[in-house]
């Protein structure tokens, strides 16, 4: 980043960011359209699974966040 001029590093900065958004992004949905599935893989048939999907589909939005703010943290 030292040798690049600071619009070439403004412009990594901006196709990094939004890589990550559109990747993070389809993870996200995909883990709140298949939150039953994931579920049931990483705890068993165990749990009890209402209560556990609606908390999986509250938690996928919150990590696509957490992927961009640590992302802007590495800037």
Known sequence: MREKSKEEVWDFANKL??????????????????????????AGKNVAGVQAVELNR?????????????LAMGF
């Open 58 to 70: 509250i938690v996928f939005p919150y990590l696509f966040f957490i992927a961009l703010a640590a």
């Open 17 to 42: 960011f939004w890589t990550l958004a559109l990747v993070v992004a389809v993870i996200t949905i995909l883990g709140m359209v298949f939150s039953p599935s994931v579920v049931h893989l990483f």
